[in-house]
């Protein structure tokens, strides 16, 4: 390939990347889409506004010979068909085959590049097609056909799926049929180019049966091989290379680079059904980078796929490109201290609801310390009992008490609660996490034996743990409630148009809008001692010195737990932020789970977060809030976080739960009293360098002084204290921004 097609494929990439993007709105069966007399969907709205004139080109207004390629053809009648705007499609169809395709594309697969020529005459500029734009032309022509029963889709369908078939399909020697990136350019010397990222299966099943051909079979099986060849260490190549002789060999022009065109394949196989043959074979290939992006909020916007050494960060539309081939919400994670309620639990079937141990700033096991966050500010908590070291997040507690209750309680209770496991309830690559244990060790690690040391890391959510965001939501709903362990459900029920309910082929109710209850927790664990954990939590958010304050809200009680685990991939660390709360507490109905991947500590990014989730759905109950859908502006901050961080707590404190005196649980005689609360120095769970305020007396000292003399509180709402901070006393917006609009913080 000359080196100028080169560099206007690689600018065209950028753009069709964004155009790939707007695919990943579908299904690749767009019936219900169809169906519908108009679809509302106004990102297609206003595609067609910015991009598509009125005759059915789609322009590229960026480049000076306002260039259109095939594929952004293609993926406009894709986008039509999903929109149900058969009046568009036909008239960007028109479009293609009178300018792209000499008349018809039943006789001509569409020229790939047309533009202003030099001499200032519109015209075809590069003759070559490209194969992924024909292959999504004819996926569009044949849906199009079934779904609109329009007969000439369907008969351009099986035209286009003949001629690529005929025109860009090689018969390459130990590989068998192939699809080439287009049908000129792509052999020299007996080594094929092959690009990965324009074979995307769910479209290839679909062209390959309307063509009705066999040979897509076989172009099927080798395009599985052109994917996973690609992806050696699980990072796809932009392109790669195959010799007879030799196989599959790094691209010699590419040098095995993954970028531009490498972000789509992620793309299609997220989107891939599980149901499909490929799929667990693709989910394995890819698993690293899907690991690196679950670890990391941006992907790197290339990455050498031998070394696997990165360069710069992707664009926005490359996040949007791994959006469905992860699944935060069912993805494993380190919990850090949100998994400490496990641990609380598993001590309490233990009888160890009054358990006290004192924390000097570290602990050893097995000859090496295990350190208190609150060491690395040279302090200790010391003696605690429950519900203050869930407050204070007092990592020597739960290594002493962890290892007290020992790892079968904890296995047990995590189990219980749900870690470890998938709840199967329709959501696709739903991770089951890990919750280790002496079994789970002999299993994956049989040359290995459990310790304390294991058991120490296990009891405040590091080491091998890891659970999911909804994982962690259920377990904070089963304390909220008392102990009932619910399974979750995506869909309520299922209602006829009359409102009765839906049946299936037996009869049955398909959906029966009925809690579905795992297990009770309280088969173990005492209700009054549940209530310890409880008030904790409450502790960590309404007590001076809890890690969440930022968590509280005007007018209902706010419990939760603050969390902040370190994870790492390919040498690179950072902090996961995390804060798990449920609220009113008295009477709970909402639990929020907040993860910020890179988000420093979470008390100060997760905790607002959760607290402007949980605000504003008490606002909706209320009717003072109604939610608007409008799109986000660019975010041009690099550094996110610390406007949230820079927010001031909730001046407003909650009432006081209990009288202050030594932590302790209710006998089984109780007369009613309120157990009695420890008091005692804590501090927020965050590293150093998040506070320079200085000591743990300090902060408590400053706490009392806040209290003493409260600050006139801050009624804006989160948005609109991060978006529009207030200046100074002595400094104005405009000598902060020089006149201009300052940057916002994402």
């Not at 977060?609 to 504003?616: E, M, R, T």
């Amino acid at each position: 390939m000359a080196p100028a097609l080169r560099r206007a494929r690689t600018a065209a990439s950028r753009w069709l990347l964004g155009l790939s993007l707007l695919v990943s709105t579908v299904s690749f069966a767009p019936a219900a889409r169809a169906a519908m007399d108009e679809c509302a969907w106004p990102a297609w709205q206003r595609f067609k506004a910015l991009y598509v004139s009125d005759d059915g080109r789609v322009v590229d207004a960026s480049t000076p010979q306002r260039i259109t390629v095939s594929e952004g053809q293609a993926y406009a009648l894709t986008f039509a068909l999903i929109a149900n705007d058969p009046g568009a499609f036909a008239k960007i169809l028109t479009w293609t085959q009178n300018n792209l395709a000499r008349g018809s594309i039943a006789n001509a697969l569409p020229a790939w590049k047309w533009g202003r020529a030099a001499d200032g005459q519109w015209t075809i500029l590069d003759v070559n097609s490209a194969s992924d734009a024909d292959l999504w032309l004819a996926y569009a022509l044949s849906e199009a056909g079934r779904l609109w029963k329009r007969r000439e889709y369907t008969a351009l369908a099986r035209a286009v799926s003949d001629r690529i078939l005929t025109d860009e399909v090689a018969l390459i020697p130990g590989l068998g049929p192939t699809l080439l990136p287009g049908p000129q350019g792509f052999v020299k010397d007996q080594v094929w180019r092959l690009n990965a990222s324009y074979l995307p299966i769910q479209v290839l099943r679909v062209v390959g049966k309307q063509g009705g051909n066999a040979l897509w079979d076989d172009v099927l099986k080798s395009s599985l091989q052109v994917i996973v060849a690609s992806a050696p260490r699980g990072y796809v190549a932009d392109w790669i290379g195959y010799r007879q002789s030799e196989g599959f060999i790094t691209d010699t022009v590419t040098s095995g680079v993954g970028s531009y065109d490498a972000i789509r394949v992620y793309l299609w196989a997220g989107m891939l059904p599980d149901t499909d043959s490929f799929a667990k074979t693709l989910d394995a290939q890819l698993r690293p980078m899907r690991s690196f992006a679950l670890q990391h909020p941006v992907p790197p916007e290339s990455v050498d796929t031998g070394t696997l050494a990165s360069r710069g960060e992707g664009l926005p539309g490359f996040s949007a490109a791994l959006v469905p081939l992860i699944d935060r919400a069912v993805s494993g994670f380190p919990p850090g201290s949100t998994f400490k309620i496990v641990t609380a639990l598993a001590g309490l079937t233990k009888g160890m609801a009054n358990a006290h141990y004192t924390c000097t700033g570290s602990v050893d096991y097995g000859g090496r310390p295990f350190h208190c966050w609150i060491a690395e500010k040279g302090g200790s908590h010391g003696t605690l009992g429950l519900a203050d070291a869930l407050k204070v997040s007092c990592d020597c507690f739960f290594y002493q008490y962890g290892n007290a209750a020992g790892i079968d309680a904890i296995d047990q209770i995590g189990s219980l609660l749900g870690f470890g496991q998938t709840y199967d309830i329709g959501l696709s690559d739903e991770k089951a996490g890990v919750m280790p244990g002496r079994e789970w060790m002999k299993e994956h690690y049989p040359k290995e034996n459990w310790s304390t040391a294991y058991t120490a890391n296990v009891s405040i959510g590091q080491g091998y743990v890891l659970a999911s965001p909804l994982q962690l939501a259920m377990a904070y709903a089963t304390v909220a409630n008392g102990g009932v362990c619910y399974a979750p459900r995506l869909v309520r029920t299922v209602l006829e148009q009359d409102g009765a309910p839906a049946r299936d082929d037996e009869g049955k109710i398909a959906v029966p809008d009925q809690p579905i209850i795992r297990g009770d927790l309280r088969q173990l664990v005492k209700p009054q001692d549940i209530e310890v954990v409880r008030r904790g939590l409450w502790k960590v958010v309404n007590e001076p010195g809890g890690t969440g304050a930022k968590g509280q809200i005007k007018g209902t009680v706010v419990a939760g737990k603050t969390g902040t685990a370190q994870s790492s991939e390919h040498g690179k660390s950072e902090n996961i932020a995390w804060f798990c709360c449920f609220a009113p507490y008295d009477k709970p109905k909402y639990v929020v789970v907040a993860m910020v991947q890179g988000g420093k500590h979470g008390g100060s990014v997760a905790g607002p977060v959760a607290q402007h989730i949980l605000q504003q759905i008490l606002a909706m109950d209320q009717g003072s809030y109604t939610p608007q859908l409008a799109a986000l502006k660019p975010a041009d901050n690099p550094h996110p976080f610390n406007e949230i961080v820079a927010l001031p707590d909730y001046s407003d404190k909650a009432p006081a739960l209990v009288a202050a005196g030594d932590e302790s649980a209710p006998e089984d005689k109780s007369s009613g009293d309120e157990p009695e609360m420890g008091g005692g120095p804590a501090a927020p769970d965050i590293k150093a360098d998040s506070d320079a305020q200085g000591s743990v007396k300090a902060a408590l000292r400053r706490a009392a002084m806040q209290k003493a003399a409260p600050s006139q509180p801050d009624r804006r709402s989160l948005l609109e204290r991060i978006f529009h901070p207030r200046p100074t006393s002595n400094q104005s917006t405009q000598q902060t921004t020089g006149g201009k609009r300052a940057h916002w913080p994402f």
